[in-house]
Nanobody
């Protein structure tokens, strides 16, 4: 069972940028599908960005064009570059992983696709 540790969260003003990292305790190339989810207070966890081994990436409509997911197998790290942040992006962000390599795009932002989760990193955007 891999351990996923998120970092890079913090407080930023609206319009700013952050890059989140998710480091795996083992070779994350063993996990063909990875994603970022977020959960704001009082709201359900939602998929933000997911990527499979092809690679195909998928983004939530609310972050399309502002966020970029990438995976560096050599560094055992998943990234989420977040630009043009706004107050709606304030949430706890979680990294998730699953072993299947060819997860269809339609499943990349669904929580039940994943069986490994990190503890989260907080992102707060002030206006």
């Amino acid at each position: 069972q891999v351990q996923l540790v998120e970092s890079g969260g913090g407080s930023v003003q609206a319009g700013g940028s952050l890059r989140l990292s998710c480091a795996g305790s083992e070779d994350i190339d063993n996990y063909g599908t990875m994603a970022w989810f977020r959960q704001a207070p009082g709201k359900e966890r939602e998929g933000v960005a997911g990527i499979n081994a092809m690679p195909i990436a998928r983004y939530a409509d609310s972050v399309e064009g502002r966020f970029t997911i990438s995976k560096d197998n050599a560094k055992n790290t998943l990234y989420l570059q977040m630009n043009s942040l706004n107050s709606e992006d304030t949430a706890m962000y979680y990294c998730a992983a699953a072993r299947p390599r060819w997860t269809p795009a339609s499943s990349l932002l669904i929580a039940r696709t994943y069986n490994e989760w990190g503890q989260g990193t907080q992102v707060t955007v002030s206006s």
